[in-house]
């Protein structure tokens, strides 16, 4: 398997602009996680999916921020409109279930001008 | 309030040498503690998980060890080599649900 895919691996906008990013979960794993990490607040859990349902968004900053599955093998978290505060790196790992091992994808570095 | 304390928060020693990380947590109720390896511009990567009932877990020459009463944990690192230059960060998932609480992480440096 070629483990978890995220596109694209940068992305460069402008304030106020929608940003999608785009993951493709492991094969046959049945929990998705979108994560953000920056130098300030490290790694942060933003949400996460079980057998594609939405199970806890409590970390998902505001309502600028959305995230979907509508299928086993396909997420997106949008943002919408963009702010500066949002650079961050955007990770999505899977696992087969909800507390097994997760496996992180290279994650996608997103800069808000 | 939950917490996940890291140290040192950076640390230098040389090849072959050996070192421990440390990770104290006042999370409550427990369910599982994690330690990743995050490579400079890669995404973490899973090194143990370890449930309430386990206080030892080995992967290679790393060996992570769970006191649950005191609620600390340590990475401990054998031989090490300059691939292990990364930052380690520690993960506590609260019991109930999967609300995660992450270290701030260590920053290993290894020096040939």
């Known amino acids: 398997d070629a483990g978890v895919i995220q596109s694209p691996r940068h992305e460069v906008t402008e304030m106020g602009q929608e940003v999608t990013l785009r993951c493709k979960p492991i094969?046959?794993?049945?929990?998705l996680f979108w994560y953000r990490q920056t130098m300030m607040r490290g790694l942060e859990l933003l949400i996460y999916?079980?057998?594609?349902?939405?199970?806890?968004d409590s970390g998902m900053p505001e309502d600028r921020f959305s995230a979907k599955m509508p299928n086993a093998s396909f997420s997106t978290l949008k943002i919408q409109p963009s702010e500066p505060r949002d650079s961050a790196v955007y990770f999505c790992?899977?696992?087969?279930?909800?507390?097994?091992?997760?496996?992180f994808g290279a994650g996608t570095r997103l800069s808000v001008l | 309030k939950n917490q996940v304390e890291q140290s040192p928060q950076s640390l230098i020693i040389l090849e072959g040498k050996n070192c421990t990380l440390q990770?104290?947590?006042?999370?409550?109720?427990?369910?599982?503690l994690r330690w990743y390896k995050q490579d400079t511009g890669r995404g973490p990567v899973s090194l143990t998980i370890m449930t309430f009932s386990e206080n030892t877990k080995s992967n290679g020459r790393y060996t992570a060890t769970l006191d649950a009463d005191t609620k600390q944990s340590s990475l401990h690192i054998t031989a090490s080599q300059l691939s292990d230059s990364a930052s380690y960060i520690c993960v506590v998932s609260e019991g109930g649900g999967f609300k995660t609480i992450f270290g701030a992480g260590t920053r290993l440096f290894v020096k040939a």
């Open positions: 990770c104290n947590y006042t999370v409550s109720p427990f369910s599982n």
């Open positions: 094969s046959g794993h049945n929990s």
């Open positions: 999916f079980n057998n594609n349902v939405p199970i806890d």
């Open positions: 790992a899977s696992s087969l279930a909800t507390l097994d091992v997760q496996y």
